[in-house]
């Protein structure tokens, strides 16, 4: 019989087609959001999960799964699952890095210029009917190229996204847990600096770095406060990172100029004051989402379940101690 796998949201054709080449596949193709009872329930059976960053891996669920052999996740970030309890049960995690990098990088560079030059206003301007002719000071925007762009998390998508700043002509700072190698650096055209003379230096700030206890609240009011008052704040990593509260109130107060944010605390709901604010572009967590990379990710994250599933090593391991147990 062939091990038995649930899929807890909608996927593409072509990646159901694979995993029933492996697997007795149950999937969720109505796009339901599974809650905690129901996914318990339904992963009961299993040994495969694949899922997503709604869906809730930890402790409870995986007491009520004792089959579970493997957690293929659709998304590079991971703070969906406990991998700590995970590996305790010797249930193999995996995610779905590289396929994202570029799309995200991209993302990152639409919001940095969405809110750079004002574009979400302007189009709610021309659909409210109000623009009534040219004029000199017009929607007045801030330049990106030649702008100081401040990177903190120069992992895989940072170095991309420091790289597409080439093309702008941007100066780059980076900080990061730990400084790259010099021929990184070089090739990059990435200066270290420390977190604090990002904040206070940098033009734009771009968050790159996964949810973790360690990376709450990263950006608050004392960070947002050394930031330039004509600053912005680019967030295309995991709500949490930023105390969104305090954004809500620097954004208000004018302590920073603008942010872009395809992440926040709690999505998907939201702070409802962002709603009110101009100086604000929000989008929703879309920063890996072309029709290429999200096909790409789920196959990847198939790929990842059925390599477990048939004995071998994912491409893809979080955590290489769950085989040990
Ligand atoms: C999306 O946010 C991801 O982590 O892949």
Redesign the pocket.
Known sequence: MKPRLLVTREVFDETLHYLAQHCEVESNQQDVPLDPETLAQRLEDKVGVMCC?TDRIDEQLLTRCPRLKVVAN?????NNIDLDACTARGVMAT??PEV?TDT?ADLAFALILATARRLTEGEAYIRAGQWSGWYLKQLLGVDVHHATLGIIGMGRIGRVIARRAQGFEMRVIYHNRVRLAADIEQALKATYVSKDELLEQADFVILQMPYMPQTHHLIGAAELKKMKSSAILINV??GGIVDDAALVRALKDGTIRGAGLD?FEGEPQLNPEFLELKNVVLVP?I??STETTRRA?AMTAAKNAVAVLSGSVPPNFLNPEAGKN
């Open positions: 960053l659709i998304a590079v970030g991971y995610n779905t994202l995200t990593t995991r992440t967590h920063g890996s990710m």
